[in-house]
């Protein structure tokens, strides 16, 4: 029997006033009793019909009702707490004979049932923990609708004419459900741009889930995107959803597609044709409602046509495509974006830099920047860590670009004196550091996997004696933290 003891005091983690509906008056007296120890305000309803009325003239935090009573269910009282607040927290206590009822009462959205009978400690433990995940609700919310307003106004900073057209395309896809494909070079904001797409759309209050493909060692990828079952495979001690079915309802950005192996976009392919996941060790089909984004620095159409992309795939992501123009392109924007930076790592670093001097805006603007945003911002981070004086100067930017940048970028292309591509640049630096820097060094320096490091090293024909793939970075269990990139890091 439930004791007439109550519990220690306990803090609640939200006052409110709280329903209590019993048609047993010595429950109801007891659990009202409890609650006001802990510094709740309660009322107690002795029947069904009182509470449906008291719920008709007044709003309450919670309402804790039993569930059989002589002359009104458990259930109506929990439909009748939602319709007058669809955000309190209804709480059903019944007895074992009952418990498919309460079963039945989740789903018509009860928030959690006790059992009669029941401890006081276990029973305001459940109840602060309802309260808990009501305030966490209401938390993300907010959280969800801060991110929306930011990513839509302020992600994508420049008022020049291809950043323009990329906020207007970003604006007419982001409510449809078409698979969009985001090209664009290295460093140019791919990622920026998924986000902004995922957070003005209808899906913004559900999960965006970044994964960098060239990130995660060709054996687990599978893994990492379709699930596993227990025991699927060594090391697989319990069961994974996968990254495809923790987006549904939201986002999948599937950044560095293109170093996808093609087993792996085989079964991707089918996913999106028929928006279900079957876990790898696992005769179990699950249904997605996942939008999927992806985005590459290579050209898919020609990685298609060379065999190392599927062609179907392409053209299934391919619905609509979005070209980020590279940083040389985006005119005026270069000094804003540099401004924008500035501002943040003196607020970072309790910088004493307050502005750019004249020759450190023309160093600016006539700097190739191959890394496009993200060298941008890197530079303008160790300028502002290296600032000795309120002011940026252009012997600061030139030794933050030399120590990073071959000297072929410095002068804006190559020997020929034509543009330097990205992938001529990665080229560049390979070919001047890979005797004296690790695989992961190197490409930690050029900002991709290791996979993708190698794979352009064996196009170009460049390996080290006895050269071969790199080996996983680490097992099974410890994959996850590679899926994205840091908070923050421009994609």
């Known amino acids: 029997m439930l004791s007439r003891e109550p519990a220690n005091p306990v803090t609640p983690s939200h006052l409110g006033r709280v329903l209590v509906v019993d048609d047993d008056v010595g429950v109801g007296a007891c659990v009202s009793m409890l609650l006001e120890q802990a510094g709740y305000s309660c009322e107690v ?36 707490a939602r319709e007058r607040n669809p955000d309190a927290v209804v709480m059903l206590m019944t007895s074992y004979s009952s418990i498919e009822s309460a079963i039945e009462a989740l789903r018509r959205g009860a928030n959690d049932y006790i059992m009669k009978p029941f401890d006081n400690d276990d029973f305001l433990f459940s109840f602060r923990r309802a309260l808990d995940e009501r305030r966490l609700r209401r938390e993300n919310l907010i959280l969800r609708k801060s991110l929306k307003k930011a990513y839509t106004k302020n992600t994508i900073i420049g008022e020049s ?19 969009v494909l985001i090209q664009g070079e290295s460093g140019t904001g791919k990622e920026l741009v998924a986000q902004a797409i995922h957070f003005s759309s209808a899906r913004a209050q559900q999960p965006f889930v970044p994964v960098n493909c060239g990130a995660i060692p060709s054996e687990l990828i599978e893994s990492e995107l379709f699930g596993h079952a227990k025991g699927a495979y060594t090391g697989a001690v319990t069961a994974s959803d ?30 999106l044709q028929e928006r279900q996941v079957r876990p790898l060790g696992s005769n179990q089909a699950y249904h997605t409602d996942t939008r999927f984004l992806a985005a590459s620095n290579r050209n898919l159409k020609e990685c298609s046509e060379q ?6 795939l392409y053209y299934r992501l391919n619905v609509i495509t979005i070209q980020v123009p590279p940083l040389r392109e985006r005119g005026g924007d270069i000094v804003r974006l540099a401004e924008h930076f500035m501002r943040q790592f003196v607020r970072k670093f309790g910088s004493p830099v307050e502005r750019m001097s004249p020759d450190f805006i023309a160093f600016l603007n006539s700097y190739h920047w191959p890394g496009n945003v993200r060298e941008l911002q890197n530079v303008i981070e160790r300028a502002v860590i290296l600032a000795d004086t309120d002011e940026l100067t252009a012997g600061e930017l030139e030794e933050s670009i030399v120590s990073t940048a071959p000297a072929a970028v410095l002068q804006g292309g ?41 794979m352009r090293r064996k196009s170009w024909g460049l390996f080290r004696e006895g050269g071969r793939a790199p080996a996983p970075a680490s097992p099974p269990e410890a994959a996850s933290p590679a899926r994205a990139g840091r908070e923050g890091e421009v994609r």
């Open 45 to 80: 309803c002795n029947s069904g019909r009182a509470g449906l009325q008291k719920l008709r003239e007044e709003e309450f935090e919670a309402v804790i009702s039993d569930l059989r009573m002589p002359d009104a269910s458990g259930l109506d009282i929990v439909a009748a």
């Open 242 to 271: 996968g990254l495809i079915r923790e987006a549904s309802g939201g986002t999948l950005f599937l950044d560095e597609i293109s170093e996808l192996p093609l087993n792996v976009q085989v079964k991707l392919l089918r996913v």
């Open 161 to 179: 004419e291809g950043v323009k057209r990329l906020q207007g395309l970003i604006r007419r896809v982001a409510d449809t459900e078409a698979n």
């Open 414 to 454: 190559d020997a020929a004196g034509g543009p330097l591509s990205i992938e001529d640049y990665i080229k560049d630096v390979v070919l001047r550091y890979q005797e004296s820097c690790s695989e992961s060094k190197l490409a930690a320096m050029l900002g991709i996997g290791r996979k993708a490091l190698w």
């Open 307 to 312: 065999g190392t992309f599927r062609a179907d």
